[in-house]
């Protein structure tokens, strides 16, 4: 930037000072009046583009106990349900009503639930925490999905791997009868007996491309997913003989693979729905090498751009059920993960997935320690410091008012409309990203509104989209705790509501404001 100041003569730099300045007086809110190049054109048709299976939510843990080896971070973010801790589980739960999470991925390990052949323990201190984020699941009409981490038990692990925890962990069930087996009287106990209609998934193992995967004596990665594909038709044959009405979600792979077509994969013809994980992904105007990552539009074009419209071709829903930022720093107690920037990036996916037709999203994680593999969380229910539970769950800045903040907003079962984007445009790359969608309960209308570049923009809302008139909510880096959640009222003339885009933030634009302290939008 300093080098090409320097060789303009001084009429143009003089022109580049006022630039920069009426940048600066919009990030301070000051009217000022957009050259063309400014403003930026929303135009939202009334025309459906497609409606989600589900909906938008967050994984939650309920494992307590560490694993011997890697585990993640995917244990002790969520309290016991103890007398002790009934404040923090009322205040855990209030927290899920307000970002309003529709798609829970349900986190659990083989071990809290059948700890040796045969004995299944319903009641134990994990299978207690499941049975809670039931309760609340059910009562506000989420969609879970009960995802088996690992196994996490001797019994069941490969006799090659018996006795020894790190690998025990990481083993494929050895006994796939057994495997089966346990799924159904698992579903029999939580979904039959109980009366728990909201778990319509079930996923088999975690990222089995990782690591969580693995059986003795494999010669390649190919013999393995093999086994996968073995294991989920074992699996879904014992479900329909018992008369279970879930359905199998996978392959739960992370990386975003770029697979070519799916109807080639031999798991495909064998799941209901169909799940990735991304965690690499950067902004398109990032180096992704030195990043470690990919851009976001560089691995969508090649991944789901591809993938929706083959798994809807085959009746099967396209879940991204596990997404987060590795990029700026991870592990540890490292904040990064949750960072303004690594959030506004996680809102950008979500808004260029949900235009692309996505069934569901799903953020790492709802609750999470936050002091093992990075700081993931929502809300804060840990005390790093100490290493004990808080007496209250409490918002994790940003995510919770970044991405959590726009989660809030998309209804359940959301319709996307047909928009299109003009101008927002640095350099020839779109910074300015959006997804238009209609509540099928009110029929009210939402703009997601993405802008990652460092300069503001005039946004113009043209079309046939509201009912009522527009209100918008930004999230801006410089906003502090607590945050302003007031609505604005947008300038409206001739058609057109108008909106100032602050630099690098999220806008919410809906015609049904939330109260601050309400529920989000179901």
């Not at 580049?16 to 009046?33: E, K, N, R, S, Y």
């Amino acid at each position: 930037m300093s080098r090409t100041v320097q060789a303009l003569p001084s009429v143009l730099f003089c022109l580049v000072i006022v630039f920069c300045m009426t940048d600066v007086l919009f990030a301070q809110g000051t009217t000022v009046t957009a050259t063309q190049k400014d403003v930026v054109t929303l135009t939202v048709s009334d025309r459906p583009q497609h409606q989600m299976q589900s909906g938008v939510g967050a994984s939650w843990h309920s494992i307590i106990y560490p694993t011997v080896g890697h585990g993640g971070s995917a244990f002790g973010g969520t309290p016991p349900v103890v007398p002790r801790h009934k404040k923090l589980w009322d205040s855990v739960e209030r927290h899920a009503d307000w970002l309003a999470l529709k798609f829970i991925r349900l986190e659990m390990d083989w071990r809290q639930f059948e700890p040796r052949r045969g004995e299944f323990t319903w009641d134990s201190p994990e299978m207690k925490i499941v049975d809670r984020i039931c309760q609340w699941s059910q009562r506000r009409g989420a969609d879970v999905m009960l995802q088996c981490m690992w196994l996490n038990v001797g019994w069941l692990s490969f006799p090659e791997y018996a006795g020894d925890p790190s690998l025990e962990v990481v083993s494929a069930p050895a006994d796939l009868d057994a495997f089966a087996h346990g799924w159904v009287e698992l579903l029999r106990e939580f979904r039959e007996r109980r009366g728990y209609k909201c778990i319509r998934w079930i996923n088999l193992v975690n990222e089995p491309n990782c690591m969580w995967w693995h059986i003795p004596n494999a010669k390649s990665a190919d013999e393995e997913l093999q086994y996968l594909v073995k294991a989920t038709k074992h699996v879904r044959a014992a479900l329909k003989k018992a008369g279970l009405d879930v359905r199998v979600m996978g392959p739960d792979m992370t990386g975003l693979p770029e697979l070519g077509k799916l109807r080639e994969q031999p798991w495909f013809e064998h799941v209901d729905d169909i799940d990735f994980h991304s965690y690499g992904s950067v902004f398109d105007f990032e180096d992704p090498g030195k990043l470690g990552g990919y851009r976001i539009g560089d691995r969508l074009k090649t991944t789901l751009a591809q993938y929706v419209p083959e798994a809807h071709a085959a009746k099967k829903g396209l879940y991204l059920s596990e997404a987060g930022t590795m990029a700026y720093g991870w592990g540890g107690d490292n904040p990064n993960p949750s960072l303004f920037r690594a959030s506004l990036k996680d809102s950008e996916l979500l808004v260029r997935t949900l235009q692309l037709g996505i069934d569901g999203f799903n953020h790492w994680s709802f609750t999470n320690r936050g002091d093992m593999d990075g700081q993931w969380q929502f809300v804060d229910t840990w005390d790093r410091k100490l290493k004990q539970w808080l007496a209250d769950a409490t918002p994790h800045e940003s995510s919770y008012y970044v991405l959590g903040l726009a989660m809030r907003h998309v209804p359940k079962n959301a319709i996307v409309l047909a928009s299109k984007i003009s101008g927002g445009q640095v350099d020839g790359k779109p910074r300015v990203w959006a997804v238009a969608l209609r509540s099928p309960k009110d029929k009210s209308l939402t703009l997601i509104v993405v802008n990652d570049a460092d300069q503001s923009w005039k946004l113009d809302v043209t079309g046939k989209g509201a009912a009522r008139p527009l209100t918008a909510l930004h999230s801006r880096q410089e906003d502090g705790s607590p945050r302003n959640l007031a609505y604005a009222s947008l300038l409206a003339a001739d058609g057109t509501s108008s909106v100032q885009l602050p630099p690098f933030s999220l806008t919410i634009v809906t015609d049904a404001p939330l109260d601050k302290s309400s529920p989000g939008r179901f």
